[in-house]
């Protein structure tokens, strides 16, 4: 199994940046492709960006195109979410998660909320 924890959420201005980590456990993290989930109070959970578990491969939605860049560090089980630009809309809770690249995630953390005021 495959245990996630992000951190790095806050509070932050729209306009400004924020880092997102996810720390995994597991022997097999390395084998997984890893990506982030967000989900606003009262809308349904949206799909952010996925990595390929070599990292030569990336993904992202349409709305997190040019702002936001996904990478992943296998020798520190740690996946990561830069934000820059960020808008009030980007304002949810955001997930980690891991599975097959581009499909359904098999395993999710318990989120990191980030609020981007204006």
């Known amino acids: 199994q495959v245990q996630l924890v992000e951190s790095g959420g806050g509070l932050v201005q729209s306009g400004g940046s924020l880092r997102l980590s996810c720390a995994a456990s597991?022997?097999?993290?390395?084998?997984?492709?890893m990506g982030w989930f967000r989900q606003a109070p009262g809308k349904e959970r949206e799909f952010v960006a996925t990595?390929?578990?070599?990292?030569?491969?990336?993904y992202y939605a349409d709305d997190m195109k040019g702002r936001f860049t996904i990478s992943r560090d296998n020798a520190k089980n740690t996946v990561y979410l830069q934000m820059n630009s960020l808008k009030p809309e980007d304002t949810a809770r955001y997930y980690c998660t891991a599975g097959y690249y581009r499909k359904p995630p098999t395993f999710w953390g318990q989120g990191t909320q980030v609020t981007v005021s204006s």
């Open positions: 990595i390929s578990w070599g990292g030569s491969s990336t």
């Open positions: 597991g022997r097999t993290f390395s084998s997984y492709a």
